[in-house]
Protein backbone atom coordinates (compact mmCIF):
# COMPACT_ATOMS: atom_id res chain seq x y z
CA UNK A 1 0.00 0.00 0.00
CA UNK A 2 3.11 2.30 0.52
CA UNK A 3 3.81 2.48 -3.14
CA UNK A 4 0.36 3.06 -3.94
CA UNK A 5 0.64 6.20 -1.53
CA UNK A 6 3.56 7.64 -2.43
CA UNK A 7 2.38 6.95 -6.30
CA UNK A 8 -0.50 9.70 -5.22
CA UNK A 9 1.50 12.21 -3.70
CA UNK A 10 3.76 11.99 -6.78
CA UNK A 11 0.80 13.42 -8.63
CA UNK A 12 -0.66 10.26 -9.64
CA UNK A 13 -4.18 10.53 -10.33
CA UNK A 14 -6.41 8.50 -8.20
CA UNK A 15 -9.26 8.03 -10.95
CA UNK A 16 -6.70 6.77 -12.88
CA UNK A 17 -5.39 3.71 -10.06
CA UNK A 18 -9.55 3.89 -9.72
CA UNK A 19 -10.08 2.71 -12.99
CA UNK A 20 -7.20 -0.04 -13.61
CA UNK A 21 -8.22 -1.63 -10.14
CA UNK A 22 -11.74 -1.59 -11.52
CA UNK A 23 -10.92 -2.95 -15.25
CA UNK A 24 -8.30 -5.29 -13.13
CA UNK A 25 -11.40 -6.98 -11.05
CA UNK A 26 -13.78 -6.67 -13.77
CA UNK A 27 -11.88 -8.71 -16.50
CA UNK A 28 -10.92 -11.23 -13.80
CA UNK A 29 -14.07 -12.18 -13.10
CA UNK A 30 -15.47 -12.37 -16.48
CA UNK A 31 -12.13 -15.04 -17.48
CA UNK A 32 -12.86 -16.85 -14.33
CA UNK A 33 -16.68 -17.23 -15.10
CA UNK A 34 -15.69 -18.03 -18.97
CA UNK A 35 -13.54 -21.30 -17.83
CA UNK A 36 -15.10 -24.30 -18.30
CA UNK A 37 -14.49 -26.81 -15.44
CA UNK A 38 -12.99 -30.20 -16.27
CA UNK A 39 -12.95 -29.71 -19.92
CA UNK A 40 -11.74 -32.96 -22.09
CA UNK A 41 -8.34 -32.90 -22.75
CA UNK A 42 -7.69 -29.47 -21.14
CA UNK A 43 -4.23 -29.03 -20.92
CA UNK A 44 -1.81 -26.20 -19.11
CA UNK A 45 -2.46 -23.89 -21.75
CA UNK A 46 -0.06 -20.41 -22.09
CA UNK A 47 -2.49 -17.40 -20.73
CA UNK A 48 -4.59 -16.32 -23.35
CA UNK A 49 -4.11 -13.30 -24.95
CA UNK A 50 -6.36 -11.02 -23.24
CA UNK A 51 -5.13 -11.93 -20.22
CA UNK A 52 -1.52 -11.13 -21.30
CA UNK A 53 -2.57 -7.75 -22.20
CA UNK A 54 -4.11 -7.17 -19.13
CA UNK A 55 -0.82 -8.23 -17.19
CA UNK A 56 0.49 -6.39 -19.20
CA UNK A 57 -1.28 -2.95 -18.12
CA UNK A 58 -0.60 -3.51 -14.82
CA UNK A 59 3.24 -4.08 -15.69
CA UNK A 60 2.97 -0.83 -17.04
CA UNK A 61 1.12 0.83 -14.26
CA UNK A 62 3.61 -0.78 -11.78
CA UNK A 63 6.49 0.89 -13.77
CA UNK A 64 4.56 4.10 -13.29
CA UNK A 65 3.76 3.94 -10.11
CA UNK A 66 7.14 3.14 -8.85
CA UNK A 67 9.13 5.32 -11.45
CA UNK A 68 10.39 2.55 -13.51
CA UNK A 69 10.99 3.68 -17.09
CA UNK A 70 11.97 0.24 -18.60
CA UNK A 71 9.14 -1.33 -17.06
CA UNK A 72 6.75 1.02 -18.39
CA UNK A 73 8.56 0.43 -21.75
CA UNK A 74 8.92 -3.31 -21.83
CA UNK A 75 5.36 -3.38 -20.87
CA UNK A 76 4.63 -1.03 -24.03
CA UNK A 77 5.86 -3.39 -26.18
CA UNK A 78 4.30 -6.48 -24.92
CA UNK A 79 1.48 -4.68 -25.49
CA UNK A 80 2.45 -3.85 -28.89
CA UNK A 81 3.38 -7.55 -29.69
CA UNK A 82 -0.18 -8.83 -28.85
CA UNK A 83 -2.26 -6.10 -30.89
CA UNK A 84 0.07 -7.83 -33.58
CA UNK A 85 -0.70 -11.26 -32.90
CA UNK A 86 -3.22 -13.12 -35.66
CA UNK A 87 -6.05 -13.24 -33.11
CA UNK A 88 -6.24 -9.28 -33.12
CA UNK A 89 -6.54 -9.75 -36.60
CA UNK A 90 -9.59 -11.82 -37.08
CA UNK A 91 -11.81 -9.03 -37.01
CA UNK A 92 -12.01 -7.71 -40.49
CA UNK A 93 -14.41 -5.33 -39.37
CA UNK A 94 -12.89 -1.78 -40.28
CA UNK A 95 -14.38 -0.55 -36.94
CA UNK A 96 -12.50 -2.71 -34.86
CA UNK A 97 -9.54 -2.04 -36.84
CA UNK A 98 -9.57 1.49 -36.05
CA UNK A 99 -9.81 0.42 -32.78
CA UNK A 100 -6.79 -1.37 -32.48
CA UNK A 101 -5.09 1.49 -34.09
CA UNK A 102 -6.12 3.89 -31.47
CA UNK A 103 -5.16 1.12 -29.06
CA UNK A 104 -1.30 1.10 -30.81
CA UNK A 105 -1.44 4.91 -31.21
CA UNK A 106 -1.71 5.35 -27.48
CA UNK A 107 0.79 2.66 -26.61
CA UNK A 108 3.54 4.30 -28.79
CA UNK A 109 2.96 7.58 -27.09
CA UNK A 110 3.36 5.81 -23.51
CA UNK A 111 6.33 4.47 -25.07
CA UNK A 112 8.24 7.37 -25.78
CA UNK A 113 7.25 9.30 -22.47
CA UNK A 114 8.91 6.53 -20.88
CA UNK A 115 12.09 7.07 -23.39
CA UNK A 116 12.32 10.81 -22.74
CA UNK A 117 12.20 10.33 -18.84
CA UNK A 118 8.80 11.77 -18.85
CA UNK A 119 6.40 10.18 -16.09
CA UNK A 120 3.96 12.87 -16.66
CA UNK A 121 3.68 12.11 -19.84
CA UNK A 122 3.31 8.35 -19.72
CA UNK A 123 0.96 8.98 -16.69
CA UNK A 124 -1.38 10.36 -19.45
CA UNK A 125 -0.89 8.38 -22.35
CA UNK A 126 -1.41 5.57 -19.51
CA UNK A 127 -4.81 6.53 -19.11
CA UNK A 128 -5.60 6.55 -22.72
CA UNK A 129 -4.47 3.37 -23.30
CA UNK A 130 -6.90 2.45 -20.84
CA UNK A 131 -9.63 4.51 -22.36
CA UNK A 132 -8.87 2.64 -25.88
CA UNK A 133 -9.40 -1.16 -24.14
CA UNK A 134 -12.68 0.20 -23.00
CA UNK A 135 -14.00 1.34 -26.27
CA UNK A 136 -13.25 -1.66 -28.07
CA UNK A 137 -14.56 -3.78 -25.38
CA UNK A 138 -18.05 -1.69 -25.51
CA UNK A 139 -17.26 -1.77 -29.58
CA UNK A 140 -17.56 -5.33 -29.35
CA UNK A 141 -20.36 -5.66 -26.92
CA UNK A 142 -22.98 -3.87 -28.94
CA UNK A 143 -25.51 -5.68 -30.87
CA UNK A 144 -24.27 -5.55 -34.38
CA UNK A 145 -26.19 -3.52 -37.13
CA UNK A 146 -27.20 -5.38 -40.40
C1 LIG B 1 -9.16 -3.42 -30.64
C2 LIG B 1 -9.94 -4.14 -29.70
C3 LIG B 1 -9.47 -4.37 -28.29
C4 LIG B 1 -8.69 -3.57 -27.53
C5 LIG B 1 -8.06 -2.22 -27.86
C6 LIG B 1 -8.56 -4.24 -26.25
N1 LIG B 1 -9.24 -5.41 -26.27
FE1 LIG B 1 -9.43 -6.70 -24.71
N2 LIG B 1 -10.65 -7.84 -25.80
C7 LIG B 1 -10.97 -7.66 -27.13
C8 LIG B 1 -11.82 -8.74 -27.58
C9 LIG B 1 -12.33 -8.89 -28.99
C10 LIG B 1 -12.02 -9.57 -26.48
C11 LIG B 1 -12.86 -10.85 -26.38
C12 LIG B 1 -12.58 -11.88 -27.41
C13 LIG B 1 -11.31 -12.67 -27.23
O1 LIG B 1 -10.98 -13.03 -26.08
O2 LIG B 1 -10.63 -12.92 -28.24
C14 LIG B 1 -11.27 -8.99 -25.37
C15 LIG B 1 -11.20 -9.55 -24.11
C16 LIG B 1 -10.40 -9.10 -23.11
C17 LIG B 1 -10.21 -9.76 -21.84
C18 LIG B 1 -10.84 -11.08 -21.42
C19 LIG B 1 -12.01 -10.91 -20.51
C20 LIG B 1 -13.28 -10.54 -21.21
O3 LIG B 1 -13.95 -9.59 -20.76
O4 LIG B 1 -13.66 -11.21 -22.20
C21 LIG B 1 -9.34 -9.01 -21.12
C22 LIG B 1 -8.81 -9.29 -19.71
C23 LIG B 1 -8.98 -7.87 -21.94
N3 LIG B 1 -9.63 -7.97 -23.13
C24 LIG B 1 -8.12 -6.88 -21.53
C25 LIG B 1 -7.80 -5.79 -22.31
C26 LIG B 1 -6.95 -4.71 -21.88
C27 LIG B 1 -6.32 -4.59 -20.50
C28 LIG B 1 -6.86 -3.84 -22.91
C29 LIG B 1 -6.07 -2.57 -23.00
C30 LIG B 1 -4.69 -2.65 -22.65
C31 LIG B 1 -7.66 -4.36 -24.00
N4 LIG B 1 -8.21 -5.54 -23.59
C32 LIG B 1 -7.82 -3.73 -25.20
C33 LIG B 1 -10.59 -6.59 -27.90
C34 LIG B 1 -9.81 -5.54 -27.49
Redesign the pocket.
Given at each position: MRMWTRFLRMGGSATLLALALT?ALA?TR??AA?EPEGQEGATQKPP?L??Q??DA?QGALKGIATRDFAMIRENGDL?QRISLID?WLKYPDTE?GN??QN?RRAVENMIMSADAENLEGATLYFQN?TT??LE??TF?REPKKQ
Open positions: LDAVEPMVKLMMQYLTFVTCCHM
